[in-house]
């Protein structure tokens, strides 16, 4: 088949990836079986905005990911947005990818968590136009709203509404900072992150108290 038959499809995940845990690795699986993607970019976050702490230094964040998917051949560890300058943007990257694959079907890909924070997003609007949402959880639609987060441009968005589509996977709790609290604490985190992730965590003395 002609890739003028078949326009690529690519998958997008983002996230802080502090550390990538097995949730992670799950919702990507999940979404290479359930959306048939050729490809799969995962963006660590470099400026964090949203988040209300300092992440943990870039290069390692970098290297959990590149463990944490290295068995999953369709992923490609993409580093643009901890070489950009200034916060991370969703939409930004998705304008990158849209430009540098003009041809490709984008799937933005987000955990539950991220679902409900939908609203806090920097042009919500345009990222529904770029990519197709792809969310792990229960089906539903995003309400209207207007975005009145203090990180977005000056002029008023206008109302938003977008139907989500839904991957199918199974329920798993954990977060990274479930995680990071557990290491902290010299408790075990095995089986909730990938073991070459777990064995990097120890060998670099991340997430101990300082």
């Known amino acids: 088949m002609s890739a003028a038959q078949h326009p690529m499809r690519l998958g997008v995940f983002g996230g802080a990836f502090d550390p990538p845990h097995t949730a992670h690795v799950a919702l990507v699986q999940a979404a290479i079986a359930q959306l048939q993607l050729d490809q799969v970019r995962v963006l660590p976050t470099g400026q964090a905005w949203h988040k209300p702490r300092a992440l943990s230094d870039g290069a390692d964040r970098l290297a959990m990911?590149?463990?944490?998917?290295?068995?999953?051949p369709q992923v490609v560890v993409d580093e643009r947005e901890l070489q950009?300058?200034?916060?991370s943007y969703t939409v930004d990257?998705?304008?990158?990818?849209?430009?540098?694959f003009p041809q490709a079907q984008l799937f933005l890909l987000i955990g539950d968590d991220q679902r409900r924070s939908l609203p806090s997003w920097r042009q919500i609007e345009e990222i529904a136009r770029l990519a197709i949402i792809c969310a792990a959880g229960r089906d539903g639609a995003v309400p209207a709203w207007r975005d009145s987060s203090a990180e977005t441009s000056a002029t008023a968005p206008q109302p938003f509404d977008a139907r989500i589509q839904t991957l199918s996977m199974p329920l798993m709790p954990h977060s990274?900072?479930?995680?990071r609290a557990l290491v902290a604490t010299d408790r075990n985190i095995e089986g909730l992150v990938p073991p070459a992730v777990e064995r990097y965590i120890h060998e670099h003395h991340l997430y101990r108290p300082h």
């Open 65 to 72: 990911t590149r463990l944490s998917f290295a068995q999953v």
């Open 84 to 87: 950009r300058q200034g916060p």
């Open 93 to 100: 990257s998705l304008r990158e990818l849209k430009a540098q």
């Open 176 to 179: 990274a900072t479930d995680i």
